[in-house]
C-alpha cells in the first residue's frame, strides 16, 4: 500500500509541474494581456508554440528542483583550508601551518635540466634558422613562412646540435635570417 501511495505522489508532483509550465508557456506566449491595455485577445500563435514553451520551462523548473534538492557537501569540523593552495591543513597549530608553507608544490628545476632545456632551445632555432637559410638559398632568397619552419626534418636538427656555431654563422652570413627575434 505505501508503494501505491508514493507513486500517486509522486504522479500528483509531476501533474502539478506540468500544470504550472503549461500555465506559464499560457502567459509567455499572451504576456502582451498583463499590462491592461485593451481587450484580452489571443496570440496567434499555433498550438506547438504552447508545446515547446510548455516543454523548455518544464525542463527548467526540474532543474530548478534538482538543483534545490543538491546539498552542500559537508566540511570537515575544525578543518582549516589553506589560502594559497586550497588544501586542508591536518595540524591547526602555527607550527603545522609553517611546516605547510614550507612545502614546495613544484619542484625547481635542476642546473642540469635548464642547461639541457636551453641547449635543446638553441638546436631547436639553430634548425629553424638552418632550414629558413636553405630553402632561400634554393629559391633565390624568397622568403618562407613560419608554417614552413615548423616542420624541421630531424636531420636539420642534428646538425644543429653537432654544431653549435650554425647559429652565429647563420646571423653574419650572406644571407641572415629575416626573424625579428634574431639581432645582429
Known amino acids: 500500500m505505501s508503494g501505491y501511495r508514493t507513486r500517486e ?10 500544470s504550472l509550465a503549461g500555465l506559464a508557456s499560457f502567459l509567455f506566449l499572451n504576456h502582451e494581456n498583463l499590462y491592461l491595455r485593451g481587450p484580452f485577445a489571443l496570440s496567434n ?21 534538482i538543483a534545490a534538492a543538491m546539498r552542500p557537501t559537508r566540511s570537515h569540523r575544525g578543518a582549516i583550508h589553506c589560502p594559497e593552495c586550497g588544501q586542508r591543513l591536518d595540524t591547526l597549530t602555527a607550527a603545522g ?10 619542484p625547481k628545476p635542476s642546473e642540469r635540466e635548464i642547461v639541457s632545456a636551453v641547449a635543446l632551445r ?13 630553402k632561400a638559398a634554393s629559391r633565390d632568397d624568397v622568403t618562407t613562412s ?16 653537432d ?17 625579428p627575434r634574431v639581432k645582429r
Open 97 to 106: 601551518r609553517d611546516a605547510h608553507r614550507r612545502i614546495e608544490l613544484t
Open 163 to 179: 654544431d653549435p656555431d650554425l647559429l652565429e654563422r647563420l646571423r653574419h652570413g650572406p644571407n641572415p635570417p629575416r626573424d
Open 45 to 65: 500563435a499555433p498550438i506547438e508554440a504552447y508545446f515547446l514553451a510548455t516543454i523548455v520551462i518544464y525542463l527548467f523548473l526540474r532543474m530548478l528542483i
Open 9 to 18: 505522489r509522486r504522479s500528483a508532483r509531476e501533474l502539478a509541474i506540468v
Open 122 to 134: 638553441k638546436a631547436v632555432d639553430a634548425a629553424h634558422f638552418s632550414a629558413r637559410a636553405s
Open 146 to 161: 613560419a608554417r614552413d619552419l615548423e616542420n624541421v626534418s630531424s636531420r636539420d636538427l642534428v646538425a644543429a646540435i
